[in-house]
């Protein structure tokens, strides 16, 4: 009963490294999306994925890339981090819907970028 | 383009008082409505949501109607507990894909 399973919890990086944030999801859904939470500004979507092997930018992309091998998983990568970029990122899942289907959401990963 | 205003936190109240957390929309067409709640440390979760004008969407104790004429969706509870304390994210859809905008947040603080 995982759900929507992000890893890591947490990262530290420098200016200039790359990472990727992992979201793995096992409720077969079509939809992934990563969102980024920063205070008093909610939430905003970087990159979404209606399906394997698709992707699309969000409201916020740059700096972002993100692919979708497999259904059930969908990465987020930063090449050359920025402090810019310190946020709490969360992936969610959803199944199709018109726009009224839920998103079920990871409980985030917490980045820092000094 | 499509946009979530809510009413700015935190806001604190005492056990058994009643909430109000307000939401407007700005958005083409018709779209879905939604409240999630994130507690600390945790992601977000729907609490409720409505697909359609004068929708009334309910869940533990929680509700909030979906008012065309006046583009709103304000969340309700008629007696707060210390364990509702959260974040409060109201949030629109609009499309076949499913993407999510939300408002800013609005923190609950209930206290004993």
């Known amino acids: 009963n995982a759900g929507v399973t992000q890893t890591p919890k947490f990262r530290v990086l420098k200016t200039g490294q790359s990472m990727t944030l992992l979201c793995a999801q096992d409720?077969?859904?079509?939809?992934m999306y990563w969102y980024r939470q920063d205070p008093g500004m909610g939430l905003r979507l970087i990159h979404y994925?209606?399906?394997?092997?698709?992707?699309a930018k969000g409201e916020v992309p740059d700096g972002y890339n993100v692919s979708r091998l497999k259904k059930q998983n969908f990465l987020l990568g930063l090449e050359s981090a920025a402090p810019s970029q310190t946020s709490v990122y969360f992936c969610?899942?959803?199944?199709?819907?018109?726009?009224?289907?839920?998103?079920?959401f990871g409980n985030g990963t917490r980045l820092t970028v000094t | 383009g499509d946009s979530v205003t809510q009413m700015e936190g935190p806001v604190t109240l005492s056990e058994e008082a009643f909430l109000t957390i307000n939401c407007t929309y700005t958005?083409?067409?018709?779209?879905?409505l939604f409240w999630y709640v994130q507690y600390p440390g945790e992601g977000l979760q729907l609490l409720l949501k409505a697909t359609k004008a004068d929708d009334k969407g309910s869940n533990k104790g929680f509700e909030a109607t979906y008012r065309k004429e006046t583009t709103s969706f304000h969340l309700e509870k008629g007696s707060v507990q210390v364990s509702d304390s959260a974040v409060y994210f109201c949030a629109l859809s609009g499309g076949a894909t499913n993407k999510l905008i939300f408002g800013t947040g609005t923190l609950l603080a209930v206290q004993p």
């Open positions: 409720m077969n859904h079509e939809y």
């Open positions: 994925s209606v399906g394997e092997g698709t992707t």
């Open positions: 969610a899942s959803s199944i199709p819907g018109q726009g009224s289907s839920p998103l079920h």
């Open positions: 958005a083409t067409g018709y779209p879905s």
